[in-house]
């Protein structure tokens, strides 16, 4: 199957910094690329949606300006946390997709966050 | 409104014996599929199943079948002949055609412990 990389794995950051997670799609172009979040033994959370080259489309309470999302080529895609405060702390997943009509979408390992 | 419910927190099963992880889902589009996948401790998200709601037979993946009930709206995943490593977390997922934005939205999630 793909493979979805992010990085870093996990990244402890102190509050009022900000941290910039990578998502990339290895052997496939992802036109699609999904943000999620996910709590200490909670579901997925869908974030934010993002297509190559446009903007993200964020799901509804979540802050485009605090989640700042880059799609800027078909095999990145970057999330960065701004002013991370200890609430924001939590695992973060992404996802990708290589077209809307293929059903298959990978995820990569995920991204704990602790924020101090 | 909750669109895909995993009513089952917990399960226990024995090892070697089947099982099946309850999930309902809740759409008015006509087109959707809809998924399984597994996460173990690591928080890596692994794809177990798919369902197109257009598909007219069950789908079936090894050990891993998916009971599609169409007008019940019910899409429960049996897992054959359980193994230890069976043990993680199981997500059934849900992804709306056009009206629902080609996204996948998750259930609560129901933890699977397998007893030797």
């Known amino acids: 199957g793909a493979v979805v990389s992010q990085h870093p794995s996990w990244v402890i950051c102190k509050s009022g910094t900000s941290v910039k997670i990578e998502c990339r799609s290895l052997?496939?172009?992802?036109?699609?690329m999904f943000w999620y979040r996910q709590f200490p033994k909670q579901s997925l959370m869908l974030m934010a949606t993002s297509n190559e080259g446009s903007k993200a489309t964020y799901e509804q309470g979540v802050e485009k300006d605090k989640f700042l999302i880059n799609h800027a080529s078909l095999t990145l895609s970057t999330l960065t946390v701004t002013s991370a405060h200890p609430e924001d702390s939590s695992f973060y997943i992404c996802?990708?997709?290589?077209?809307?009509?293929?059903?298959?979408?990978?995820f990569g390992p995920g991204t704990r966050l602790t924020v101090t | 409104a909750q669109k895909i419910t995993q009513t089952q927190p917990g399960m226990f099963v024995q090892e070697k014996e089947a099982v099946t992880l309850d999930c309902t889902y809740d759409?008015?589009?006509?087109?959707?599929?809809l998924f399984w996948y597994k996460q173990p401790s690591s928080g890596e998200m692994i794809f177990l199943i798919y369902?197109?709601?257009?598909?007219?037979q069950n789908a079936t993946e090894g050990r891993y079948s998916l009971n599609f009930q169409k007008a019940r709206k019910s899409a429960n995943l049996v897992i054959s002949a359980s193994q230890l490593g069976d043990s993680a977390m199981y997500f059934c997922?849900?992804?709306?055609?056009?009206?629902?934005?080609?996204?996948?939205?998750f259930g609560a999630g129901t933890r699977l412990f397998v007893k030797a």
């Open positions: 996802s990708a997709r290589a077209g809307s009509s293929s059903y298959e979408q990978y």
């Open positions: 052997d496939f172009q992802a036109t699609t």
């Open positions: 759409t008015s589009d006509p087109s959707y599929g």
């Open positions: 997922a849900m992804r709306e055609g056009g009206t629902g934005g080609f996204k996948t939205i």
């Open positions: 369902q197109g709601s257009y598909d007219q």
